[in-house]
């Protein structure tokens, strides 16, 4: 019955292992390559703006890897801190293991802002300044992250019975919302909305209307996608919103303070 079932859904059977490195044996993933290539999306993107504001491939480059770095040591401790503190307690050498998997992308969004922070101070630059330039890349890297837990069969969804779902064979055969590709596809839909509008230079009169506008829709969105997660550790059970909503929440608001400023700034300018 369930195989009959089966065929009216998407059936997803991809190997996480894109092939195995011979010798050394170790196995290059679909997630790895992900990451690469939204790091390689940011960068092209990034380059761009910053060499119409005549910015140096240096200054990028110096940003890249603050970045890059905040958001990988970001992400690795929010796991730990947030969703196994205490496996990670009493295996403390796991910690730097990011080989075996479990990154959390609100640490990784704590790891990011931390990062243009201390850039923009080294640099003698607004944070805000800095942070509006990094938000309009930001979507591009979710929407990759994304697609990489998608082909790692991993953050799926919970059951359902759409047209749509997917089989996620690795996992079981039961047809679940594909939570991964809906929000890669909202990513990439808030990129293309903040874009647009980075090309209309009157957004940019304040510092901070991007990265306020990414927190409130990023965030917001990932609130409601995780109405459709399957909970990520057995503890989250027992709450009335899992630890992914609880954790954005701080997001949205940090947002909505940051456009409610930049909105009061704009109002005592005209006045």
Not at 11 to 35: A, C, E, N, Q, S
Not at 134 to 140: G, Q, R, S, T
Not at 160 to 165: G, I, V
Request: glycine share 6%; net charge neutral.
């Amino acid at each position: 019955m369930v195989s009959n079932q089966i065929l009216n859904y998407i059936t997803w059977k991809i190997d996480p292992d894109i092939f195995v490195i011979p010798i050394i044996d170790h196995p290059i993933r679909w997630y790895g390559l992900f990451w690469l290539l939204g790091i390689i999306l940011c960068y092209s993107v990034s380059r761009s703006i910053l060499r119409n504001e005549g910015r140096t491939i240096e200054f990028l480059d110096q940003l890249t890897l603050y970045i890059v770095l905040g958001t990988i040591i970001g992400a690795r401790l929010g796991h730990v801190i947030f969703y196994d503190p205490s496996y990670y307690l009493n295996n403390p050498l796991k910690i730097v293991a990011i080989w075996e998997g479990g990154l959390a992308s609100h640490g990784g969004g704590i790891g990011v802002v931390t990062a243009i922070y201390l850039f923009a101070k080294k640099q003698h630059l607004p944070f805000l300044h800095v942070a509006d330039r990094i938000a309009l890349v930001v979507p591009l890297a979710g929407a990759c992250i994304r697609l990489g837990n998608l082909f790692n069969s991993e953050m799926i969804g919970k059951v359902s019975d759409l047209p749509w779902a997917f089989v996620f064979t690795h996992i079981d055969d039961i047809p679940r919302h594909p939570a991964q590709l809906y929000e890669a596809l909202f990513c990439f839909l808030l990129f293309i909305v903040l874009y647009r509008l980075w090309k209309e230079k009157q957004f940019r009169i304040n510092d901070g209307n991007y990265f306020s506008l990414l927190l409130i829709l990023l965030f917001s969105f990932r609130f409601l996608d995780e109405f459709l997660k399957v909970n990520q550790e057995h503890f989250e059970d027992s709450l009335i919103i899992n630890m992914g909503q609880i954790l954005s929440l701080p997001f949205i608001v940090i947002g909505v303070c940051v456009f409610i400023y930049n909105r009061f700034k704009k109002s005592l300018k005209v006045n």
